[in-house]
C-alpha cells in the first residue's frame, strides 16, 4: 500500500552494482496511482555516494512513472522549466523509501524543449566496469529514446501546465502538513 498524499517520501538511488548514488531527504507525495508517483520538494537536501551534502535551489516537481526505465525532475525557475531526467529502472515504493538504479544518462531539458544528453562516457564505462546486462543496455537506450520523443511530443511531464498543476496541488498538500 502506497504512502497517502501530504507523506514524506525519501528517494535513494544506486548504481547497478547496488552501490548507493544519492539520496534525496524529504519529498512530499501528491499522488500515487497504478500508473504513477508524483511528489515535490523545494530545498531538499541531497546526499552524494561520497557523504557530500547540497540543497536543491528551487522547488521540484518528481514524477516516476510505473515500469518506466526513466524519471523526472522538473525544476520551476524564474525563467522557466527545466527538466532533469534520470535513466534508470522502474521504481519501488516500499514504505516511505522509493529506490531506484540509476543507469548513468540524463538527459537535461530547457525552457524552449531543446535538451542535451549527459553522460554517455559515464554509461559506456559503468556498463563495463559493472557488466551491464545486454537487456539492461538495451532497456536504457529505449528509455532514452523514449524520453526524447516525449519531449518532442510534450507527453507526460512535458505537457503544457502539467508542472505549474502539480506545483500548486504541492502547495496544497503541503500546507496541510505545517
Same mark, same amino acid.
Given at each position: 500500500?502506497?504512502?497517502?498524499?501530504?507523506? @514524506?517520501? &525519501?528517494? +535513494?538511488?544506486?548504481?547497478?552494482?547496488?552501490?548507493?548514488? =544519492?539520496?534525496?531527504?524529504?519529498?512530499?507525495? @501528491?499522488?500515487?496511482?497504478?500508473?504513477?508517483? @508524483?511528489?515535490?520538494?523545494? =530545498?531538499? #537536501?541531497? /546526499?552524494?555516494?561520497?557523504?557530500?551534502?547540497? =540543497?536543491?535551489?528551487?522547488?521540484? @516537481?518528481?514524477?516516476?512513472?510505473?515500469? *518506466?526505465?526513466?524519471?523526472?525532475?522538473?525544476?520551476?525557475?524564474?525563467?522557466?522549466?527545466?527538466?532533469?531526467?534520470?535513466?534508470?529502472?522502474?521504481?519501488? %515504493?516500499?514504505?516511505? %523509501?522509493?529506490?531506484?538504479?540509476?543507469?548513468?544518462?540524463?538527459? #537535461?531539458?530547457?525552457?524552449?524543449?531543446?535538451?542535451?544528453? %549527459?553522460?554517455?562516457?559515464?554509461?559506456?564505462?559503468?556498463?563495463? *566496469?559493472?557488466?551491464?546486462?545486454?537487456?539492461?543496455?538495451? =532497456?536504457? *537506450? /529505449?528509455?532514452?529514446? +523514449?524520453?526524447?520523443?516525449?519531449?518532442?511530443?510534450?507527453? !507526460?511531464?512535458? *505537457?503544457? !501546465?502539467?508542472?505549474? &498543476?502539480?506545483?500548486?496541488?504541492?502547495?496544497?498538500?503541503?500546507?496541510? +502538513? +505545517?
Amino acid at each position: 500500500m502506497s504512502p497517502a498524499p501530504g507523506s @514524506i517520501i &525519501r528517494i +535513494e538511488s544506486f548504481k547497478h552494482d547496488h552501490s548507493l548514488h =544519492r539520496i534525496w531527504d524529504k519529498t512530499t507525495l @501528491i499522488h500515487s496511482s497504478d500508473a504513477v508517483v @508524483i511528489g515535490g520538494n523545494d =530545498r531538499v #537536501k541531497v /546526499t552524494e555516494a561520497d557523504g557530500r551534502e547540497w =540543497r536543491t535551489r528551487e522547488p521540484a @516537481i518528481c514524477t516516476f512513472g510505473r515500469g *518506466q526505465w526513466f524519471n523526472t525532475i522538473a525544476m520551476i525557475r524564474d525563467d522557466g522549466i527545466y527538466y532533469y531526467c534520470n535513466i534508470g529502472s522502474p521504481f519501488s %515504493l516500499k514504505g516511505n %523509501l522509493l529506490s531506484y538504479i540509476d543507469y548513468d544518462l540524463d538527459v #537535461k531539458v530547457f525552457p524552449d524543449m531543446t535538451y542535451t544528453i %549527459l553522460d554517455e562516457e559515464e554509461f559506456l564505462l559503468h556498463s563495463k *566496469q559493472m557488466n551491464y546486462p545486454p537487456f539492461v543496455v538495451e =532497456r536504457v *537506450q /529505449t528509455a532514452l529514446r +523514449e524520453v526524447l520523443d516525449w519531449v518532442r511530443l510534450r507527453r !507526460g511531464p512535458f *505537457q503544457n !501546465g502539467f508542472v505549474q &498543476r502539480w506545483y500548486e496541488r504541492y502547495l496544497l498538500v503541503r500546507e496541510d +502538513e +505545517e
